[in-house]
């Protein structure tokens, strides 16, 4: 089933909306900044949506507060997506649209709120883990937020997560749970991902640089996305700009089960996934026009996919990790990464790899060092998890 995109918004630290994501791409400009988060002291850089820091959650629903649900909010409110789903409510009805969402530590900032304060003595603010912390916390949220009634989950697979949410929406309309679905991921900044990845010796203490010879690890990012999808057959414009629509053609979905940790070496998973994308769309390797790598800037990850992308594609269609501007938003990578494909295909524009000034020699695929402004049809984009829970989407452009 090949899914159109009614609508779609993205917020990440180069500001709120598409609008904002496509001015930072288009000057080359990276929102990442050293980090100043709360109580991490840290030497490294991150990609911080400084705005979820202010305005609160509407009144009637503060008893849902925490970061990770303050940044669904401010995505919610970018690129009239609020007034898209209220449209699709009337055309299907709110217990027809579906909501599928993506998150690797959804509100765990609030729980670290609550430790500290246990831990100085102090009596904890009114605290619910159902609204502030578990994984469910972000689509209870959102759910209610947009007065959705339809089946409701949360995928959690660590960086594949809201890739995987297109290829689970799609499986709930061919069931017949469900005939359109808000899609996406949110994962906010928290000292449990920056200490842990830190533990991991994988967070870099500049800014990352995806496939360079000397990077040395991730910058962490924080975001939220989201689209409303529907069948392509029976897409009936309830999107605000009629006319041609992004799409998602085909996806592909694998597991390593190599490390907890580590990718296969050898990017066996990474290859599948990347093959059953492709089958799915029924396109052949040579109809993608530009690869958006889940690229970290790890050593073992970058190599490791490297190989699995000659394999499939060979070393001539062009490939770049677009982390360098947004930082690795684990849980929302996907979407990010999904949004970024579609700009993409609509600008004929393929990004470089921000912040990559040498190529590992190892790595032969063909890395871009500066954006091109050639047409671009179809786009893979690339989404790999800890545990090797892969994901890779085609993404295409529906007349």
């Known amino acids: ?214 990077r040395n690890g991730i910058s962490i990012g924080e975001a939220a996305g989201f689209a409303l999808v529907v069948p392509a057959q029976v897409s009936n414009g309830v999107s605000n700009s009629g006319g041609n629509k992004p799409s998602v053609m085909g996806w592909g979905e694998s597991s390593d089960a190599h490390h907890m940790a580590s990718p296969d070496p050898a990017g066996r998973g990474a290859e599948a996934a990347m093959q059953r994308a492709l089958t799915m769309a029924g396109l052949a390797p040579r109809a993608i026009d530009y690869i958006n790598l889940h690229g970290t800037a790890t050593p073992a990850n970058d190599l490791a996919e490297g190989r699995a992308v000659v394999n499939v594609f060979g070393t001539e269609t062009p490939a770049s990790s677009t982390k360098g501007w947004t930082g690795h938003t684990l849980g929302a990578a996907g979407i990010v990464e999904a949004a970024i494909g579609w700009l993409a295909i609509e600008k004929n524009w393929k990004p470089q790899s921000l912040n990559t000034v040498s190529v590992d020699p190892e790595i032969k695929a063909n890395i871009l060092l500066q954006p091109s402004a050639k047409p671009v049809r179809h786009v893979i984009s690339n989404s790999f998890g800890f545990g090797g829970s892969n994901c890779s989407l085609v993404l295409g452009w529906l007349p």
């Not at 449990?192 to 995806?210: H, I, K, M, W």
């Open 1 to 214: 089933m090949q899914l159109a995109i009614e609508n779609y918004t993205v917020t990440t630290a180069l500001g709120l909306g598409r609008d904002a994501l496509w001015r930072g791409l288009s000057e080359s400009r990276s929102g990442l900044s050293p980090c100043d988060f709360e109580h991490a002291d840290l030497d490294t850089w991150v990609g911080a949506v400084n705005s979820c820091d202010g305005d609160p959650l509407p009144a009637e629903l503060e008893h849902w507060d925490c970061r990770n649900n303050r940044l669904a909010e401010l995505g919610l409110q970018q690129d009239g997506f609020l007034h898209c789903v209220e449209n699709a409510k009337k055309t299907y009805g709110a217990d027809r649209v579906g909501l599928f969402l993506g998150t690797s530590t959804s509100g765990i900032t609030a729980t670290e709120h609550l430790y500290r304060q246990a831990q100085d003595g102090l009596e904890p603010d009114d605290f619910s883990f159902e609204c502030n912390h578990e994984y469910f916390s972000v689509a209870g949220y959102v759910r209610t937020r947009l007065g959705l009634s339809g089946p409701a989950m949360v995928v959690s697979t660590a960086c594949s997560s809201s890739a995987k949410v297109f290829a689970s929406a799609a499986r709930s309309i061919a069931a017949g749970f469900c005939d359109a679905a808000v899609v996406g991921g949110v994962d906010s900044l928290c000292l449990t991902t920056l200490y842990g990845f830190n533990s991991l010796q994988l967070v870099a203490a500049e800014p990352c640089r995806p496939s360079d010879a000397n």
